[in-house]
Nanobody, 126 residues
Framework: QVQLVESGGGLVQAGGSLRLSCAASGRTISSPYMGWFRQATGKEREFVAFVGWSTGNTNYADSVKGRFTISRDNAKNTVYLQMNDLKPADTAVYYC???????????????????WGQGTQVTVSS
């Protein structure tokens, strides 16, 4: 079973940048797509970004469009999330997730993913 491990979170001032990594271990990712989600305290988990594993196609939540960039390194079995111009509203635990083959859910829905990392905390101070 593949395991996903996120890293790169931390404390940053508003306007700063962070780069999150999500490395797969145990097996190759073997998925049609990967996603990043986040969950702020007291709120539901929400979609952040998506990348097609073989195509490299990307899509983003409106709230992060133009500031965040998702990318992947197939050879390293790793997905990245470059976050620029961070805002206090971006404070959350960030999770990467592996897309589920044959899912009928939209890629923006958590149900479209079958393996999740443990999460990494991102805190943006004002």
């Amino acid at each position: 079973q593949v395991q996903l491990v996120e890293s790169g979170g931390g404390l940053v001032q508003a306007g700063g940048s962070l780069r999150l990594s999500c490395a797969a271990s145990g097996r190759t990712i073997s998925s049609p797509y990967m996603g990043w989600f986040r969950q702020a305290t007291g709120k539901e988990r929400e979609f952040v970004a998506f990348v097609g594993w073989s195509t490299g196609n990307t899509n983003y939540a409106d709230s992060v469009k133009g500031r965040f960039t998702i990318s992947r390194d197939n050879a390293k079995n790793t997905v990245y999330l470059q976050m620029n111009d961070l805002k206090p509203a971006d404070t959350a635990v960030y999770y990467c997730a592996r897309g589920r083959w044959g899912s009928s859910y939209s890629y923006t829905d958590a149900g479209a993913y079958d393996v999740w990392g443990q999460g990494t905390q991102v805190t943006v101070s004002s």
